[in-house]
Nanobody, 126 residues
Framework: QVQLVISGGGSVQAGGSLRLSCAASGYTYSNVCMGWFRQAPGKEREGVAVLDTGGGSTYYTDSVKGRFTISRDNARNTLYLQMNSLKPEDTAMYYC???????????????????WGQGTQVTVSL
């Protein structure tokens, strides 16, 4: 049984940092797409950052480029999202997900991701 367990959310003031972790059991982060998504109230789920664990390529949505970093620890089978210079508009429920490539590409669309973590709230205040 695949489980993705997220930790590290919380509340922080604007300009602060948080690191999210996504630990996998029953699943190996090898040659698959791993992503972080977020959903704010009243908005659609958005792909924030994606990592192709096969080739190592990454994708970031424009609003987080230069502030967020996606990475993984193979030994711990854990995915991370380092979030720096947080802004109030980053406030959302954050999810990690695992999925497959589509025509050899890892896309940041939630419909391509089969396994999901439970979500963790990130709240950024002024």
């Amino acid at each position: 049984q695949v489980q993705l367990v997220i930790s590290g959310g919380g509340s922080v003031q604007a300009g602060g940092s948080l690191r999210l972790s996504c630990a996998a059991s029953g699943y190996t982060y090898s040659n698959v797409c791993m992503g972080w998504f977020r959903q704010a109230p009243g908005k659609e789920r958005e792909g924030v950052a994606v990592l192709d664990t096969g080739g190592g390529s990454t994708y970031y949505t424009d609003s987080v480029k230069g502030r967020f970093t996606i990475s993984r620890d193979n030994a711990r089978n854990t995915l991370y999202l380092q979030m720096n210079s947080l802004k109030p508009e980053d406030t959302a429920m954050y999810y990690c997900a695992a999925g497959s490539r589509v025509r050899d590409v890892c896309y940041a669309y939630s419909r391509y991701y089969r396994y999901w973590g439970q979500g963790t709230q990130v709240t950024v205040s002024l």
